[in-house]
């Protein structure tokens, strides 16, 4: 029994670890998708001001 408990251990701990790291890594496109939009929007306003 003990060596199913520590197996069963093993997987949710891998299964929570790369959970983390997707939203992470879901995270971090988003902010950089975010942040590459705003500075076009800003360039394309200040373009058009100028």
Do not use: C, K
């Given at each position: 029994?003990?060596?199913?408990?520590?197996?069963?251990?093993?997987?949710?701990?891998?299964?929570?670890?790369?959970?983390?790291?997707?939203?992470?890594?879901v995270?971090?496109?988003?902010?950089?998708?975010?942040?590459?939009?705003?500075?076009?929007?800003?360039?394309?306003?200040?373009?058009?001001?100028?």
């Amino acid at each position: 029994m003990p060596v199913v408990v520590v197996v069963v251990v093993v997987v949710v701990v891998v299964v929570v670890v790369v959970v983390v790291v997707v939203v992470v890594v879901v995270v971090v496109v988003v902010v950089v998708v975010v942040v590459v939009v705003v500075v076009v929007v800003l360039r394309a306003l200040l373009a058009s001001l100028i």
